[in-house]
């Protein structure tokens, strides 16, 4: 998620589950290639990761492939569901629905480049381009290139709705995605969009074989510290929320005598201690203080002393 899933949040998601594959914000392929900074940055802690990708030169998604797997990610994933306004003036995201030839060529492209598998993020589909035909034929034409595909189970509209409202407004048709799976046994499908509940990710594994979940997941990151148990069957203790902050001190200390700042990483916890007696607390502090000059573990300490 854009701004949201960077490295400092990568590395505090994976103490809370080591079996989760975990996604990087997307990131285009200009910033990767002609950018001033290390858009491909990762700590190998964070594993499995895959970079989402967003671009629409075939070119030039191979050699950021080519170069992100060089840097050890685990999967390439082709972002071909975000409908922003920017995303789409640069020619990718939701947009490229409507170009089934160019996403299949872009695949074949990344594919060609890299021995880790290429996957593809989409929606069920486009503005009024949104029924079960047209969704079959963008799939048939990308699937001779990745047998992958994780759907966002809502259509996007790429004029009038915001980001936030094409989360929200278009319904949820998660029927047209268990169809899909019905109907292409031989691909993997996961499934995307409002799924905020184990109970609810195990219901959807019964028709579909995977599930991406987003904003639940960051918002309620105690989510997460029950994936490993609950759906992968690992018997590891499911870490508890202290011990999880706790855990990071570490990263803490390396990322700040690299010249880091406190806020950028603990912005990401913020919701560890939602339901618990003290959160309230927790969150105003840390958000008060940890953007100070020289806010450091002590900071952390003192804000974990409002937690019951």
């Not at 259509?155 to 009038?160: F, H, P, Q, R, V």
């Amino acid at each position: 998620m854009l701004d949201w899933t960077d490295r400092h949040c990568r590395y505090f998601h994976r103490i809370l589950t080591k079996q989760t594959l975990l996604y990087t914000e997307m990131v285009t392929t200009g910033a990767i290639l002609y950018g001033k900074g290390d858009y491909l940055a990762f700590n190998s802690q964070e594993q499995p990761v895959s970079l989402q990708l967003g671009g629409s030169d075939p070119i030039a998604l191979a050699k950021c492939a080519n170069l992100a797997e060089q840097r050890g990610y685990a999967e390439i994933n082709l972002n071909v569901g975000c409908p922003s306004d920017r995303v789409q003036n640069g020619m990718f995201g939701a947009c490229l629905m409507a170009k089934a030839d160019l996403v299949a060529n872009c695949v074949a492209a990344m594919q060609q480049e890299v021995n880790i598998p290429v996957t593809v993020k989409t929606r069920i589909g486009i503005d009024n381009q949104d029924s079960y035909a047209f969704l079959c034929e963008f799939i048939e034409k990308v699937m001779p290139y990745t047998a992958t595909f994780i759907v966002h189970a809502r259509k996007a509209w790429l004029s009038g709705l915001s980001p936030k409202e094409n989360r929200e407004v278009p319904p949820l048709d998660y029927e047209r995605v268990y169809q899909l799976k019905r109907d292409y046994p031989q691909l993997t499908i996961a499934i995307n969009g409002g799924i905020k509940t184990i109970e609810e990710i195990k219901q959807h594994l019964n028709y579909v074989d995977g599930v991406m979940v987003g904003r639940e997941a960051y918002q309620n990151p105690m989510l997460l510290t029950q994936i490993d148990q609950q759906i992968f069957g690992d018997d590891t203790p499911i870490i508890d929320p202290i011990a999880a902050i706790q855990a990071l001190y570490p990263y803490i200390e390396t990322q700040l005598s690299q010249g880091g700042q406190l806020n950028h990483i603990m912005r990401h916890t913020l919701g560890i201690f939602n339901g618990r007696k003290g959160a309230k607390q927790w969150r105003r502090y840390l958000s008060e203080n940890a953007h100070k000059p020289g806010a450091g573990i002590e900071v952390v300490e003192q804000a974990l002393t409002f937690i019951q």
